[in-house]
Nanobody, 121 residues
Framework: GQLVQSGGGLVQAGGSLRLSCVAS????????MGWFRQAPGKEREFVAF???????AYSDSVKGRFTISRDNAKNTVYLQMNSLKPEDTAVYYC????????????????WGQGTQVTVSS
């Protein structure tokens, strides 16, 4: 499948952004979707996932501030990011895997192109 991301950009601390990821080439509703991020000099880390139903999971660092959702009619997954902090600065990637979502990046077999999120203090 192909994943095309949009959104992101520069925002002040405390602000909000929404990332979108449109999938094609697969039956979207049967796939788990995840968001990961990678900051400069750091390893890629899990942010959130949503399974083919409504089961979601978040990393402790974003829980309560970020919300993942999906619109199966639009083949799109979203990441609403509120109360952003400078430490949220990273390149964010959406990813897709068969079945349920996962916190493990290597279980995903399709990745978006990445989008930069920069939070200024």
């Amino acid at each position: 499948g192909q994943l095309v991301q949009s959104g992101g950009g520069l925002v002040q601390a405390g602000g909000s952004l929404r990332l979108s990821c449109v999938a094609s080439g697969r039956t979207f509703s049967t796939y788990g979707m995840g968001w990961f991020r990678q900051a400069p000099g750091k390893e890629r880390e899990f942010v959130a996932f949503i399974s083919w139903g409504t089961i979601t999971a978040y990393s402790d660092s974003v829980k309560g501030r970020f919300t993942i959702s999906r619109d199966n009619a639009k083949n799109t997954v979203y990441l609403q990011m509120n109360s952003l902090k400078p430490e949220d600065t990273a390149v964010y990637y959406c990813a897709q895997k068969p079945g349920r979502g996962s916190v493990l990046g290597h279980e995903y077999d399709s990745w978006g192109q990445g989008t930069q999120v920069t939070v200024s203090s």
